[in-house]
């Protein structure tokens, strides 16, 4: 999704289930909250690249990684998988971009993302673990 002025997209949950707002309704994301960057953020980092028909280009290919060590080298390839996957359209510019990964355990290594939200100078953060046994992705909103 390139993210634009006017962008609004539904709300999802850290579970991938749609959020109610406070009168019931279905929550909608924009980019006063922030929330629609973290959104597009964290859905380009769970893709494969071809999971999206309207763009079949979006997505990290975290998979890939699936049974390497984690190490250093693994780090930076894993870094760099995000970086490209935010910034290859647009949708955040890579200069508003900060990506660190570092390890939580030997295993487990932590994404933390703090990227500047289009049209506006909000920062938003994103944290994810990525478990290199499975390719499970646990967000942490920040």
Known sequence: MLVKKTSIDLSWDSNGDFSLDANGDVGKANLDEGRLVKQAMLKRIQSRKGDWNLAPEVGANLVDFIGLPNTRETGQQLQSAVIQSLTEDGTISAGKLQV???????????????????????????????????????????
């Open 100 to 142: 660190e990964v570092y390890p939580l355990s030997k295993e487990r290594i932590a994404i933390a993302i703090a990227a500047t939200v289009p049209f506006s100078s909000e920062l938003v953060y994103l944290q994810v673990d990525y478990d290199l046994r499975n390719n499970s992705i646990i967000p942490r909103m920040i």
